[in-house]
C-alpha cells in the first residue's frame, strides 16, 4: 500500500485568538470557544465526542489554557493533536490554504477598502466595455445572502451583474442562473480576473443564484473562484511532479488556480463532501496520494451569516462521520484536520476572524501532542515528509 495523506479543511473553524488579533481588530475572537459558551449559556447541548477523542479539546486547552465546557475529559485520546499561528498577512482562504500547502503568504494583497464605492471607477469601466453589458449593482461590501435579497429583483429586471466585496481580497459577483445565464456570469468573472492583475486581488468569485423574489433568493452549489496562482511552489506541486496523485474535493481546485492537482472532484454541503472524500479514500491506493477536501459550509453558511447554532448543529454532524473516515483509513495513511482561519459566529460584522487553526487527526490510533505550531506550513512540511517527497522551503514536519 502507497503512503496517503487526508487533510480535511474545517473552513474558518478557529480556536481561539492569534497574538497579532489586535492588528485586525479580533482580540478575544473565538470560533470554537464562543460556539461552546453559547451553548452553555443557552442550556443546548453540544456533543462532539469524537472530535474530543482525535485531540480537539486538549489543542483548545493548550491555546487557551482553559477547558472547553463540552469536554469532561472522560475519555482517553488516541489522535494526535495541536495547533498552528499563521504567518501569512492575511486572514483569507487563499493565504490559509497556500500556507497549508507550504506556500506562506508575505506580501500584503490588494483589498477594496471602502465600504460604498468600492471599486475604481477606471476598472469598472473597463469590465462594463469588455463585457459588454449595461451596468452593474452594488458596488459595496456586503453579505452575500443580504445583497441578493436587496438587490436581486432589480438585477432581474434590469440584468446587471451585482458587484460586491468584503475585508477579503476579493472581487465577488452575484448573478441569477437562468435569467443571466450561468456561462454568462463565468465570462464576466474571467474578463473581471484579467482586469484585475494591477490591483493584486487574490479571489474573483462567482455567486451563482436562483429564485423568483427575495424571500426565496438562495445561493446554489455553481459558486467557482477565480484564483491567482499559488506564488510559489506547494505541496500539490511538488506530490504531483514526483508521480503521486493530488485529489482536490470540493473548492480545492478553484483555490490553487487548478494547479498541482491530477483529480478534481465537485461535491457541496457537508453529507457530499465527507462522502466524496471517503469514497476517495477507498479509490486511490496505487500512487502516493495527497486528498484535500475543503468543507466551505462552516464558513459560508455558519461563519459569515453569524448563526451560533447552525455552526454547532454542523459540527455535532461531522462529529458523527469521524468514525467511517477513520474506518476508511488503510495502515499508516494520515488523516488530519484542520482551517483556513477563524470566523467567530458570535463576532461583530461578518468577516473572518484571525485565530489559531486547529491540526489534529488520526494516524494508526497514536495519542500525540505536536503543540502550538509557528506556521501552517509545518502541515504541507508534514505531508511531504510522510509521502517521501523532497523537502519544501517552508514549515517543520511533526514527528508523528
Known amino acids: 500500500m502507497n503512503k496517503r495523506v487526508i487533510v480535511m479543511v474545517l473552513d474558518s473553524f478557529g480556536i481561539g485568538h492569534l497574538p497579532d488579533a489586535k492588528n485586525f481588530g479580533d482580540t478575544g475572537s ?6 461552546d459558551q453559547y ?3 443557552h442550556k443546548l447541548p453540544f456533543n462532539i465526542p469524537n472530535l474530543l477523542k482525535l485531540g480537539l479539546g486538549k489543542a483548545y486547552q493548550d491555546v487557551n489554557k482553559k477547558k472547553l465546557h463540552c469536554d469532561n475529559g472522560a475519555y482517553d485520546v488516541h489522535g494526535f493533536y495541536g495547533a498552528s499561528k499563521e504567518k501569512s498577512s492575511g486572514k483569507d482562504t487563499t493565504s ?9 503568504v508575505t506580501f500584503d494583497w490588494g483589498y477594496f477598502t471602502s465600504h460604498d464605492n ?3 471607477q477606471e476598472l469598472l469601466d473597463k469590465i462594463v466595455d469588455r463585457a459588454g453589458i449595461t451596468g452593474y449593482l452594488g458596488n459595496c461590501h456586503a453579505s452575500g445572502t443580504t445583497i441578493i435579497a436587496e438587490l436581486g429583483d432589480e438585477h432581474i429586471k434590469t440584468n446587471k451583474p451585482i458587484f460586491y466585496t468584503s475585508a477579503d481580497s476579493v472581487f465577488q459577483i452575484a448573478c441569477h442562473e437562468e435569467h443571466f445565464g450561468l456561462d454568462n456570469l463565468y465570462k464576466l468573472c474571467e474578463i473581471v480576473r484579467e482586469e484585475l492583475e494591477p490591483y493584486n486581488i487574490a479571489r474573483v468569485i462567482a455567486r451563482p443564484f436562483t429564485g423568483d423574489n427575495s424571500a426565496n433568493y438562495a445561493r446554489t452549489k455553481n459558486r467557482k473562484d477565480y484564483s ?4 510559489a511552489p506547494t505541496v500539490l506541486d511538488v506530490c504531483k511532479e514526483h508521480g503521486g496523485e493530488v485529489v482536490a474535493i470540493g473548492k480545492i481546485g478553484d483555490i ?5 492537482t491530477t483529480v478534481e472532484i465537485k461535491a457541496s454541503g457537508l453529507p457530499e463532501l465527507t462522502d466524496k472524500t471517503i469514497e476517495a479514500i477507498k479509490a486511490y491506493k496505487q500512487k502516493p496520494t495527497f486528498i484535500m477536501t475543503n468543507l466551505v459550509d462552516f464558513d459560508m453558511n455558519f461563519g459569515h451569516r453569524r448563526d451560533v447554532v447552525g455552526y454547532k448543529e454542523a459540527l455535532e454532524y461531522f462529529d458523527t462521520r469521524i468514525l467511517e473516515l477513520i474506518a476508511s483509513l488503510a495502515n499508516d495513511d494520515i488523516l488530519l484536520f484542520t482551517a483556513d482561519h477563524g470566523c467567530d459566529p458570535t463576532w461583530t460584522g461578518s468577516d473572518h476572524t484571525r485565530e489559531h487553526i486547529p491540526v489534529f487527526g488520526y494516524h494508526n490510533g497514536k495519542a500525540t501532542n505536536i503543540g502550538i505550531r509557528e506556521t501552517f506550513s509545518d502541515i504541507g512540511q508534514t505531508i511531504a515528509t510522510h509521502l517521501a517527497l523532497p523537502r ?3 514549515g517543520t514536519a511533526f514527528d508523528l
Open 39 to 41: 451553548c452553555t449559556d
Open 30 to 35: 473565538d470560533t470554537l470557544g464562543h460556539i
Open 118 to 120: 468600492s471599486f475604481p
Open 228 to 231: 491567482v496562482l499559488p506564488s
Open 96 to 104: 490559509g490554504h497556500w500556507e497549508i500547502a507550504g506556500c506562506p
Open 392 to 394: 519544501l522551503a517552508h
Open 256 to 260: 490553487y488556480a487548478h494547479q498541482g
